[in-house]
């Protein structure tokens, strides 16, 4: 059989394969081409890819290096700062006044929290008891501090009660023991005014701090001074903070600390105050309330600066709670007002021998001159009386002041006229703040032309009337003065115009190096006082005390002391009569003494204010009395100076 052979290119038949067309070999090599270019551009591509990570790689190795090593640092290592311990404070004789001491404290971050605010405390609860009271006074916290870390929810932990919650620790995130220092007021409302307290750090104490720029400084602190000495001296007491490099892990723990910068502790301080003459003072009140300040004249230090009532300083160191807050805050005594610093008084009749001797002194009077008082004084159609009917009698310039005539003041202020009143008791510092180093002080009023135009914003009561002298006189009228002022008047009286600015801290101490700087007295002025005029003052003061309305107080007195009683009032008389025991005891007259001792030689000077206390010869210079035998004599008082029925008595000035 003959066979056809069949080629390549052979034309198909039926039932055999076709070989395939030029066309369809040009398709095929144009998807070759596509899928070669597709692969180079991928290739292209991922090249591109790895070269953008090196030069990344090179950008982040070479350039970048030192940051990113800054950053793994930081997050290796946690900077924690170490609180400073606080300056203790002590009196001229080295009993501690404020100190502190370590203890546990429950504290809560809210913002960690898994739960609510209340849930966590009630589970809380269930280890460790959270009173009523704890709860208030976090609230209030909460209140007062918007930006804070943690607040304490519990203070002074026991040690069963810090062992129990490390136990439990893992169910109460948010929620930690941390060991505080605590500040603490060993004597508690004694000398409370003049210390002062601590008290947690406020949004206003933030600013503060800010505008300052000592907030770095305050890193790791929760308290601050806030009024008083505490306050004051902050910058001194507070110390400079150390800090701490710690190695944590990724859960945020520590391991071990690689650097320590210690902590600076605060400068101690070292007060002018007697804190016995301070609560042998404080005690001589008795329940009156009122203020007592002492003076060395010779340098301005303070030896005791008491305003009663007082507070228990150490209610505020953890965040008072509300209701001890309302107590204190809604008192009718106002236990948180220093009234040394910030009550303002008539002076009464302790205003006289400044008045003396501002009369000597501008020649409106001498010392001899004596006028006749029939017990009042007539004065455009008004009748000024005297506190004794029928009047002293003949009176000179040292009776007038032994026996506290008023007749006499009135027609000198009359002679004398506002405004030379004014420019001679504005060298004593009236109506004006001492300087003293504690904050608030207020200025007072002393009372002049000037002043009264600055102070009435009506015209028709801007203008000085001839009678509103006659009051000053006798130290009434706009006359307003702190008893701060009294007692550094005083002091410069007895120091024969020399002025000192008062001061209550004496050394400060460097707690490292165990160092004392002075506190210089500072010498303010010398009032240009003729020595002649200064001893009819002199004289007169010590006769208050020997023979005048402060004999009483002083009979059997070791030592000579000059004095000035007064009684200054609270409401206006209108002509009447005023009867002790007819008027309501807010109402009452104040009582006022001004002393020094020993009269040839001052070595302080005080003023005294019972408020509402009546004669001053009664209720202020037995208080004076007892202050002057301890520190000049030893003496303690068995008794407090004054009491209810001395309060009531009756007498002169």
């Not at 070989?19 to 991928?42: D, G, H």
């Not at 002393?595 to 210079?621: C, Q, R, S």
């Amino acid at each position: 059989m003959k066979y056809r052979r069949r080629t390549l290119f052979s034309k198909p038949v039926k039932g055999r394969m076709r070989p395939p067309s030029t066309n369809e070999l040009k398709n095929a090599n144009a998807e070759r081409y596509a899928f070669q270019l597709r692969i180079v551009a991928a290739a292209l591509f991922v090249l591109a890819l790895f070269g953008c990570l090196l030069a990344r790689f090179v950008w982040l190795q070479t350039l970048q290096h030192d940051k990113y090593q800054t950053m793994a640092e930081a997050n290796r290592i946690s900077l924690v700062p170490v609180q400073p311990s606080r300056g203790i404070i002590k009196d001229r004789n080295g009993v501690v006044l404020a100190h502190n001491y370590s203890a546990y404290t429950l504290e809560i971050t809210p913002s960690k929290l898994p739960d609510s605010l209340e849930q966590s405390i009630e589970r809380l609860n269930k280890i460790i008891e959270v009173t009523p009271k704890d709860r208030r006074r976090f609230k209030k916290l909460m209140d007062e501090t918007k930006e804070f870390e943690s607040l304490p929810i519990k203070t002074r932990l026991s040690d069963e009660e810090v062992a129990r919650f490390a136990a439990n620790s893992y169910q109460f995130p948010g929620i930690e023991v941390k060991a505080r220092l605590f500040r603490h007021y060993p004597l508690g409302e004694l000398a409370s005014h003049l210390i002062g307290y601590i008290g947690r750090i406020n949004d206003k104490d933030l600013a503060d701090l800010e505008d300052a720029g000592e907030t770095a400084n305050y890193r790791g602190t929760d308290h601050i001074g806030k009024v008083g000495i505490e306050q004051f001296y902050e910058s001194q007491l507070h110390g400079t903070t150390g800090f701490e490099e710690v190695e944590i892990d990724s859960g945020g723990r520590a391991i071990r600390t690689l650097r320590r910068t210690q902590p600076k502790p605060g400068q101690n301080l070292v007060l002018s105050v007697d804190i016995k003459l301070q609560e042998i003072a404080e005690n001589a009140f008795g329940d009156n309330n009122g203020s007592l300040v002492a003076i060395d004249p010779k340098t301005g230090g303070i030896l005791a600066l008491v305003s009663k009532p007082g507070y228990d300083p150490n209610l505020f160191v953890d965040g008072i709670d509300p209701q001890n807050w309302k107590d204190l805050n809604e008192s009718p005594d106002k236990p948180l007002n220093n009234r040394a610093l910030r009550g303002t008084y008539p002076p009464g009749s302790t205003f006289k021998p400044f008045m003396a001797l501002a009369a000597l002194e501008g020649g409106f009077r001498s010392a001899n001159a004596a006028i006749a008082d029939p017990g009042f004084f007539w004065f455009g159609g008004h009748q000024f009386r005297d506190d004794k009917a029928g009047g002293h009698g003949m009176v000179d310039m040292y009776r007038s002041i032994v026996v506290s005539c008023d007749t006499y003041y009135y027609s000198l202020a009359n002679t004398m006229g506002i405004d030379n009143i004014s420019r001679f008791m504005k060298l004593f510092d009236f109506g004006q703040p001492t300087g003293v180093d504690i904050q608030g002080e207020q200025p007072g009023v002393l009372p002049s032309q000037e002043w009264k135009k600055k102070r009435f914003k009506n015209p028709a009561q801007q203008k000085w009337f001839a009678g509103e002298t006659i009051s000053v006189g006798i130290g009434q009228g706009y006359n307003t003065y702190t008893p701060l002022q009294m007692a550094h008047a005083t002091a410069t009286l007895a120091n024969d115009g020399v002025m000192f600015k008062p001061h209550l801290v004496q050394f400060i101490e460097d707690a490292d190096k165990g160092s004392r700087t002075v506190v210089e007295p500072m010498p303010v002025k010398t009032i240009p006082l003729k020595p002649e005029n200064l001893a009819v003052i002199h004289r007169a003061m010590a006769g208050v005390v020997k023979e005048g309305t402060g004999a009483k107080a002083f009979a059997g007195a070791q030592y000579e002391a000059a004095g000035k009683t007064g009684t200054a009032q609270v409401f206006s008389l209108k002509g009447g009569k005023y009867s002790e025991s007819g008027t309501k005891k807010h109402l009452r007259d104040h009582a006022w003494f001004i002393a020094y001792a020993p009269a040839n030689d001052p070595k302080i000077a005080l003023a005294v204010l019972v408020e509402n206390g009546g004669f001053g010869a009664a209720t202020a210079a037995p208080i004076a009395r007892q202050v002057l035998d301890y520190y000049l004599t030893g003496k303690k008082p068995n008794a407090p100076a004054i009491n209810a029925s001395d309060v009531e008595s009756s007498g002169d000035d």
